[in-house]
Each structure stands twice: as structure tokens, then as C-alpha cells.
Nanobody
Framework: QVQLVESGGGLVQAGDSLRLSCAAS????????VGWFRQAPGKERQFVVA????????NYAASVKGRFTISRDNAKNTVSLQMNSLKPEDTAVYYC?????????????????WGQGTQVTVSS
């Protein structure tokens, strides 16, 4: 089974950018749809974006569309999330998740494997 480790979180100001990475081990990430989710304190985990195995299809939440970009490098077993024009409401722990499904379903229950998360804090 695949193990996922996120990195790249931090504290930034509104309008800044961050790039998160999700590194996979144990199994080739090319087998999996990969999604990013986020969870703010006291709130449910929320879908952000997902990308299919080949990278040919993506699915963005409306709140991040046009600001965030997901990409994957199957040769390096990594998936990245470029976050631009960050807002204070983007503050959350960001999780990388993987699924053997073939459709980028935006629900927590559709993903079998999860990383430990990385904190993103955006100050106003």
C-alpha cells in the first residue's frame, strides 16, 4: 500500500504563494487518483482538488479554482499543489490522499490512503 508525506506548509501573508508537495512511497503513485483536502479548526475536512492517474483530468473546488494548480510527476512519485493569491480563509491543515478509483470524486470517504497533513497559515 502507498504511504503519503506532505511538505511545504508554512506561515505566509495574504496574497503570497506556497507550493505543497505530496511524496509517495511503497507503491507507484501512478496507480492512484490523488486529492488534496484541507481542514480548518472546528470544521469538517474539505475537498480542494484532485487529479487523475495520468494527470489528464482535474477537479477543483470552486473556492480555489483559478488560484490553485495541481500537478503530478509520476516518475518522481510526487504530486504538487501550487497555491497562489492565498487568503486568510485558506488557513488549514492540508492533506494529501490517494484513491484507486478512476474518477476524481471530491469526497473524503472515496480516498483510502492519507498523509499526516501540513499546516498552512495565511495572515491578513
Amino acid at each position: 500500500q502507498v504511504q503519503l508525506v506532505e511538505s511545504g506548509g508554512g506561515l505566509v501573508q495574504a496574497g503570497d504563494s506556497l507550493r505543497l508537495s505530496c511524496a509517495a512511497s511503497g507503491r507507484a503513485i501512478s496507480n492512484y487518483i490523488v486529492g488534496w483536502f484541507r481542514q480548518a479548526p472546528g470544521k469538517e475536512r474539505q475537498f480542494v482538488v484532485a487529479i487523475t492517474q495520468s494527470g489528464g483530468n482535474t477537479n477543483y473546488a470552486a473556492s480555489v479554482k483559478g488560484r490553485f494548480t495541481i500537478s503530478r510527476d509520476n516518475a518522481k512519485n510526487t504530486v504538487s499543489l501550487q497555491m497562489n493569491s492565498l487568503k486568510p480563509e485558506d488557513t488549514a491543515v492540508y492533506y494529501c490522499a490517494a484513491s484507486l478509483r478512476r474518477i476524481a470524486v471530491p469526497t473524503v470517504s472515496s480516498y483510502e490512503h492519507w498523509g499526516q497533513g501540513t499546516q498552512v497559515t495565511v495572515s491578513s
